[in-house]
């Protein structure tokens, strides 16, 4: 490819100075166009090996590409038209002289490129890390979906309600990525309850209810033995607490607990409300909605309930009872206890016993 944009560019000089102006200015034009079109030739050439290989588009190359070229212009074609100047008038000897500029400025071009190269390869190495998380969160939650038709899509109801809320309070890309991500494995540390507990028609007695506040001690212990979920895990432990300080685990009180965990709190009590239950059959919408707001101040934080009454007020009531396509996890039915997938055995081998 080197070959082909020196041709072009060679050929480009010889002919706009042979048909251009003698002396300082006719190098000057030749130059620059050489420069012109090898930067054009360069710039079709490496948009191809993209395209080709399915890693991007001309476009974002040409975005890349036509900085460097622009800035380059102003400091390559005055430099190499003198050099090429006093080659010819002067003595072949005086290209000793701008050698080491020369030298210089295409090292700090080939800097450049280097640098941009390597942080689309970043940008590339992020996002193939980031598509990583949610399916290992993915499968996470098709194991414990798998286990009972009761709670099957209730996560990724809840990672969809819980980004529309961090979305709607104008938090960062990185916490609405992280809060997703967190409602996906919020509920995970269920995989550690005894059997028949979560399936239970009727109401929980005191001591399975302690069993059941367990889940979210269970899930941050989970989620601490993989890498980078840190922080994932210790909103998981959180998001049962309330904001006046009768929740669980800790009993955290008010912005003591972390906001994605408030958020979670919220995202995941409406979607409880409004899905059917062992033990009852779905709320209506605006029952739910009533009761977040009657609970302002006591178990959830105002800004929040807020929030995410604004974005219900603008959704439809498919996207307000969770009955949307992709809040369903695809591939995922009711199993037998002793069927679910190998890699229960493998999160709870992360589990202290409690």
Known sequence: MSVIIAACAGLAAVVVYAAGAIGFWGVVAAVAAAFVVESGTDLALAGVVPVIRGTGSWVDTARTLVPAHFTSFPLQVPLVALLAYSYETISPWSVVLFAIPAFAAHRLLLL??????????????????????????????????????????????????????????????????????????????????????????????????????????IGERILRNVADYSEIAEIVRHHHERVDGNGYPD???????PLLARIIAVADAYNAMTSDRPYRDAMPSRVARLRLAQAVESQFDTAVVAAFEAVLTGADEAYRMGARDDFVFEGVGTIESDSVPEITSVALAGIVEA
């Open 251 to 257: 009993g955290l009180l008010g912005d003591e607990i």
């Open 112 to 217: 450049y490129r280097q640098q941009i190269d390597t942080a689309e390869a970043l940008g590339h190495a992020n996002a193939r890390l980031a598509g990583a998380n949610v399916s290992f969160a993915t499968a996470l939650v098709a194991t414990l979906d798998a286990r009972d038709r009761y709670t099957a899509g209730h996560s990724a109801a809840v990672a969809i309600y819980a980004s529309d809320i961090a979305k709607r309070l104008e938090l960062s890309d990185r916490e609405q990525e992280l809060v997703h991500l967190c409602g996906l494995v919020h509920d995970i540390g269920k995989i550690g309850l005894p059997p028949g507990l979560l399936e239970k028609p009727g109401s929980l007695n005191l001591e399975e209810r302690r069993v059941m506040e367990q889940h979210s001690t």
